[in-house]
């Protein structure tokens, strides 16, 4: 009897042990997404600022410009090679929110970054934002201010 129990506790730790180092764990509620959700940018363009016509299409922004993309993967899947931008001006630091893709000069390299802005806020400096490229599992290095954002993208056409 001592020895059938013994099997018995055995079988029954084993089966736990199984268990925890296989077993799946399933969310109380299910998705079929597979990336966490971002802040999407912010709307800047309105269903009167475009005008479909037959052989083209006029979108109104003020002050646009017009970018192309290195592929440095730090943006995928929303930027790739190829990738055109449509891109404005800041005015003012009103002008940038959470979810905005920006383009800007950091200290950290020599060429332009166009990365996700994550959070905003203030210090003993001034106004700061943080930024992440959608494709990092970590944000840029320091607090970025206001003089060092060339543009925010409004626009990308593939």
């Given at each position: ?32 997404f597979t990336s966490k959700e971002l802040i999407s940018p912010s709307d800047r363009i309105t269903e009167d600022d475009i005008s479909i016509f037959d052989d083209y299409i ?101």
């Amino acid at each position: 009897m001592k020895k059938l129990i013994i099997l018995i506790l055995i079988v029954f730790a084993l089966g736990w042990l199984s268990n925890t180092a296989y077993g799946i764990n399933f969310p109380s509620s299910p998705s079929i997404f597979t990336s966490k959700e971002l802040i999407s940018p912010s709307d800047r363009i309105t269903e009167d600022d475009i005008s479909i016509f037959d052989d083209y299409i006029i979108i109104n922004i003020q002050n646009a410009t017009w970018a192309r993309y290195a592929d440095s993967n730090s943006m995928d899947p929303l930027l790739d090679y190829g990738a055109n931008g449509i891109e404005i001006v800041p005015e003012s630091t009103d002008d940038i929110h959470i979810g905005d893709i920006i383009i800007f000069e950091p200290f950290w390299s020599s060429n332009l970054i166009v990365h996700r802005v994550t959070q905003i806020g203030e210090d003993e400096d001034g106004w700061y934002c943080i930024t992440k490229g959608d494709n990092s599992n970590i944000t840029d290095p320091g607090k970025l201010r206001y003089e060092q954002i060339e543009f925010i993208l409004v626009g990308i056409l593939y």
